[in-house]
């Protein structure tokens, strides 16, 4: 099935000077938090990963703190909830994929821990050429960006089956199981942002690349030192051989 190529965004963390951008990270947890945890898991990420938003461990205890865990056996060998702490995982809406079946219609949301990794459609002739030469890595980010600014009615004369709902951007078909779950408002931002589906869309896309790649900024700030360093040396070098080899005819 022809898939529509990604809306391509921009990502504060693209290119090689990319860095972070820790208020659209947080706002995008927050997204994450209030709208798609209802539905999916991010069992990767720990409490304690969120450090990197930019939260104080005093936050994220907090935060940890709103969650109950599963934990024991206990000395009566009973397993007991608890509330979470900085060292526990981002507990998931259900405890298996049977049960998250069933409370899907037989859809099975997906763990969006590794999904901006997962999800990455080529951007079509000619630009996958130039993609693979500039390294582009923003294709997962741009899918779920697109995927969930990309709901509309299907055209006239396309069937869909009940329970489906048209997005011309989902990888696997013309229709997917996962509802439009944004609408404008739904979640309050307090730091001026606006509350639309667009800016909503692109912040939880941003938390979802943090999500499945945590070290990509220092990546690229230490490849940038490594390629600097591999310069001096190599200026080194020439001149260290000019000057051994410099009463040679
Ligand atoms: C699938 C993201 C909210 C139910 C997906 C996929 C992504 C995603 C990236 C994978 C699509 C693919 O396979 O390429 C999100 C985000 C959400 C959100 C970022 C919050 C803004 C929800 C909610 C529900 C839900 C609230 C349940 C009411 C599903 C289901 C699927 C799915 C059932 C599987 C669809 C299929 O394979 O046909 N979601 N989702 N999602 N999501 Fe969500």
């Known amino acids: 099935y022809p898939i529509n190529k990604p809306r391509?965004?921009?990502?504060?963390?693209?290119?090689?000077?990319?860095?972070w951008d820790q208020g659209a990270l947080q706002r995008g947890f927050k997204v994450y938090r209030e709208v798609c945890s209802a539905c999916h898991g991010m069992k990767l990420i720990y409490f304690r990963d969120l450090a990197d938003l930019g939260y104080s461990e005093d936050q994220i205890k907090a935060i940890a703190a709103e969650y109950e865990v599963q934990d024991g056996p206990n000395e009566d060998g009973e397993m007991f909830e608890r509330p979470a702490r900085a060292a526990d995982r981002i507990p998931s809406p259900y405890s298996?994929?049977?049960?998250?079946?069933a409370a899907n219609g037989g859809a099975?949301?997906?763990d969006l821990s590794l999904i901006a990794k997962a999800r990455a459609p080529e951007r079509g002739f000619p630009t996958f050429i130039f993609d693979i030469l500039t390294m582009y890595a923003e294709n997962g980010p741009d899918y779920i960006y697109s995927l969930l600014t990309g709901y509309k009615e299907a055209p006239e004369g396309e069937e869909i089956l009940d329970g489906l709902y048209y997005n011309p951007y989902f990888v696997a078909g013309k229709a997917l199981a996962m509802a439009n779950p944004l609408s404008d408002d739904i979640v309050d931002y307090d730091d001026g942002t606006p509350q639309t589906v667009e800016q909503y869309s692109k912040d939880v896309s941003h938390f979802l690349m943090w999500a499945a790649e945590p070290g990509l900024v220092d990546r690229k700030r230490q490849g940038f030192v490594v390629l600097l360093f591999l310069l001096i040396f190599a200026g080194l070098l020439y001149f260290t051989k000019k000057k051994i080899w410099a009463n040679v005819q």
């Open 8 to 19: 391509n965004a921009e990502w504060s963390f693209a290119g090689p000077f990319g860095t």
């Open 96 to 101: 298996n994929v049977a049960e998250s079946r």
């Open 108 to 110: 099975y949301p997906p």
